[in-house]
C-alpha cells in the first residue's frame, strides 16, 4: 500500500536551533518525494523536490533533505530555524507526471524565542 | 471524526467537454474547502479556496470555477476541457478560521486523476 508517515504531529524547536522533520514512505514504483510548508496567505508552497540524482536535495529557505531508499526516509533538515519558520509541513510521494500525490498527515512546527 | 470524500479517482475526458468534480466534508461544520492541482513538472497549485457557503476565492486565472452550494460541499467545474487541464486535482479542508493561518492543518481527499483527451 502506498502511505506517507509523518511521526511527529508538533515540534517545538528554539529560534536558532536545528530542525529535523521525519518523513517515511511506502511506494511500489519509484517515489518522488515532495515537501510542502503551508505558508500564510499562499496555501501550500513547494520547499523542495527529489526525482532522481543526488539524494541530498537543497531547497528554498536554506531547507534540505536527504533521500535513503534503505530506510524509506525523506527526512527534511534546516540549520538554524528562524521565528518565520513556524508552519504546518508536508511530505507527499507521488510521480512527476501530474499524477496521484500521497500526502503525510503534517507536522506543526512551533518556534520559541 | 471527521472524514473528506473526492470522487471520481480516475476521469478520462475529451476536449471541450464539461467537467464536474465534487469533495465533500463529514464529521465538522464551517471548514475551509481548497482545490488544488498537481501538473507534471510543477508542485501543488491552489486553485480555489472557500472560506463559507458561496464565498469562492480564485487563486489564479484558468478554464475552472469553483462553487460552494452547501457548508461541506466543494465543487470544481468547467464548461469546457481543455488539454492543458489535465493534472491531479486534489480537494482539502481546514477548520473554520478567519482567512488562512500559517499553521492550519490540512486534510485531504484522495484525489482525481483527470486525463483530457
Known amino acids: 500500500a502506498q502511505s506517507v508517515t509523518q511521526p511527529d504531529i508538533h515540534i517545538t524547536v528554539s529560534e536558532g536551533a536545528s530542525l529535523e522533520l521525519r518523513c517515511n514512505y511506502s511506494y511500489g514504483a519509484t517515489p518522488y518525494l515532495f515537501w510542502y510548508v503551508q505558508s500564510p496567505g499562499q496555501g501550500l508552497q513547494l520547499l523542495l523536490k527529489?526525482?532522481?540524482?543526488?539524494?541530498l536535495v537543497q531547497g528554498i529557505k536554506g531547507f534540505e533533505a536527504e533521500f535513503k531508499r534503505s530506510q524509506s526516509s525523506f527526512n527534511l533538515r534546516k540549520p538554524s530555524v528562524h521565528w518565520s519558520d513556524a508552519a504546518e509541513y508536508f511530505c507527499a510521494v507521488g510521480n512527476n507526471q501530474g499524477g496521484k500525490l500521497i500526502f503525510g498527515q503534517g507536522t506543526e512546527l512551533s518556534v520559541k524565542p | 471524526s471527521q472524514t473528506i470524500h473526492q470522487w471520481p479517482a480516475t476521469l478520462v475526458q475529451p476536449v471541450g467537454s464539461p467537467l464536474s468534480l465534487e469533495c465533500t466534508v463529514e464529521?465538522?461544520?464551517?471548514?475551509?474547502l481548497y482545490w488544488y492541482r498537481q501538473a507534471a513538472g510543477r508542485g501543488l497549485q491552489l486553485l480555489f479556496y472557500s472560506v463559507g457557503i458561496g464565498q469562492i476565492s480564485s487563486e489564479v486565472p484558468q478554464n475552472l470555477s469553483a462553487s460552494r452550494p452547501q457548508d461541506r460541499q466543494f465543487i470544481l467545474s468547467s464548461k469546457k476541457l481543455l488539454l492543458s487541464d489535465s493534472g491531479f486535482y486534489l480537494c482539502a479542508w481546514s477548520a473554520f478560521s478567519r482567512g488562512r493561518k500559517a499553521n492550519e492543518k490540512l486534510f485531504f481527499g484522495s484525489g482525481t486523476q483527470l486525463s483530457v483527451l
Open positions: 464529521g465538522t461544520s464551517n471548514p475551509n
Open positions: 527529489y526525482f532522481s540524482g543526488d539524494t
